[in-house]
């Protein structure tokens, strides 16, 4: 972040300067250099005094869980500057009678409006180019490798985790300087509206969309209405800037006209359909290593890449990530090298061993499509002769009034895969997809469970050395504790699984097809 005059900061987010340390009236000469909204993130110095931070300011969000203000004691000895809110200001001068000499509040009526004033403002006085990404499913690892790939060539700026809120985005572009070329920022969703605030916060110049899919249901209603908070990206972006849309997508002639009253440039991405394809980033070939976790695919029947990952899904994000590269500035080969390398976010089909188990964990979230793509990556991976798959499935969050149909059907999807020797459910939808799976014909009847401690016995009985186990749910249940506890239970072996495999990237003996 470039260093801005805190009397600047005040203006922007429309607050009033509140001295609360001794020697804080005078805030002429302060600036501040960084934001932060987590008190665990302030660094102290060795002494314990803080000194580090200041020229932080800390901004005290509010939520059901959580009061920022509560922290203001701690954080009053470590920052120059905090937001608060107005309504707790007698709270905050008593939290903070022992204030650091200097040190103050801009007080506002709504810290996380404040934060996004500044941040909004911020991006008009930078140089770099924002990407904003959105999608039912794949933004994340798309902005990942995205955000890998563009900063081997370019100082780049890259949401971390899952930044894609208004409070996400903003620490986002607060993050970048006057150095940074581009700005990968991640647009979530849950309700009507969120896209189109976000978006003309970023004023980005690539929208990107990566699928609209059955998520958030309760919020967006129907696929219809997903397909109008997606689309709403294009109402940020720049005049003249570029749209990326997949193909297929629902809703597509919408998408087409929201990108076009802005796009100087549509492009579309997506798997190779024969007869007349737009201009885009098509993949003509792709085959599964033989080696290796992993696929050889290929772009426009010219540009041969391989991804060291597992799934399908991961191919498409792959293209769609190198796609926005290329249209960045770099070049072919650059991209084929870096493709070899990418590095998927945690919990996404993150590999790992434990007593000659292999332990897929895909629980950072979930929404139907994003289950199917797990189960086809696990179809694709080999075990040792002998080997069975197990799934564990949570509960898909957020599906609305239609939860349990939608559960049941991927139930009998499981069960007619023939992929799965054994299946564990955890959660109140869910159990309805071992219902649906043992009628149609699971190999054994599908158990549901609502004990943590349950379902590690059942797993340590019934796993052997060869056997895989997928771990899938949304991100409420925290399957991942679970598949931790597994690891450990078994005896770790040290070792992912995606670098256990002989081969390096240059010997994939994948046959390229469709």
């Known amino acids: ?108 009526p709504d810290p996380l409006e404040a934060l996004a004033r500044l941040a909004a403002w911020y991006r008009t006085r930078l140089p770099a180019a924002v990407i904003g990404i959105t999608g039912s499913v794949g933004k994340t690892t798309v902005k990942e490798f995205l955000g890998q790939l563009l900063s081997r060539s370019y100082p780049t700026v890259r949401a971390e985790k899952s930044f894609n809120n208004l409070i996400g985005l903003s620490l986002t572009l607060l993050k970048a300087d006057r150095q940074t070329r581009f700005i990968v920022a991640e647009l979530g969703t849950s309700a009507p509206g969120e896209i189109s605030q976000l978006t003309r ?130 070049d072919w080969e650059d991209l084929q090298q870096a493709v070899a390398e990418l590095r998927l976010p945690p919990l996404r089909l993150q590999l790992s061993k434990a007593g000659g188990v292999t332990i897929v964990d895909d629980t950072y979230n979930a929404n139907p499509m994003s289950v199917r793509g797990a189960l086809e990556a696990v179809r694709d991976m080999h075990l040792p002769d002998g080997g069975r798959w197990h799934l564990v499935l949570g509960d898909l969050l957020e599906l609305g009034d239609d939860a349990s149909s939608f559960h049941r059907h991927l139930g009998e999807e499981i069960a007619e895969s023939s992929v799965f020797a054994r299946m564990w459910t955890v959660g109140k939808e869910s159990r309805h997809a071992a219902e649906s799976a043992t009628v149609h014909g699971l190999e054994a009847d599908a158990v549901s469970v609502s004990e943590s401690d349950r379902l590690m016995r059942d797993l340590c009985q019934e796993l052997r050395p060869g056997d895989g186990v997928l771990f899938k749910a949304s991100r409420g249940l925290a ?36």
């Open 201 to 330: 916060m970023a004023a980005p110049d690539f929208a990107v969309v990566t699928c609209v899919a059955a998520a958030h249901l309760e919020g967006l209603g129907d696929l219809d209405g997903v397909a109008r908070e997606k689309s709403s990206i294009f109402e940020g972006l720049q005049p003249g800037g570029v749209a990326l849309i997949p193909v297929p997508i629902h809703g597509e002639e919408l998408f087409l006209d929201q990108a076009q009253e802005r796009a100087g440039h549509v492009l579309r991405v997506g798997w190779f359909l024969e007869g007349n394809c737009p201009p885009g980033y098509w993949i003509t070939g792709c085959g599964r290593n033989v080696d290796r976790p992993g696929f050889r695919f290929e772009i426009n029947r010219r540009h041969v890449f391989d991804l060291p990952h597992p799934g399908r899904h991961n191919v498409f994000n792959a293209v769609v990530a190198a796609a926005v590269a290329h249209e960045c500035g770099v």
């Open 479 to 514: 399957l991942d504790v679970v598949a931790r506890g597994l690891r450990e239970a078994l005896g770790d072996d040290n070792e992912d699984a995606t670098k256990t495999e002989k081969g390096g990237p240059g010997s994939s003996h994948a046959v390229l097809s469709l």
């Open 1 to 108: 972040m470039e260093a801005l005059k805190l009397e600047k900061v005040i203006e922007v987010m429309g607050g009033q300067w509140v001295p609360l340390g001794a020697d804080a009236s005078d805030i002429s000469a302060v600036s501040v250099s960084s934001v932060s909204t987590d008190s665990r993130s302030l660094s102290t110095s060795p002494d314990g005094g803080g000194d580090v931070a200041n020229d932080t300011l800390f901004v005290t969000l509010s939520g059901d869980r959580f009061d920022a203000h509560e922290f203001l004691p701690e954080i009053a000895s470590r920052v120059r500057a905090a937001v608060v809110s107005e309504t707790r200001l007698d709270r905050v001068r008593a939290a903070v009678a022992n204030a650091r000499d200097g040190m103050g509040a801009i007080v506002v």
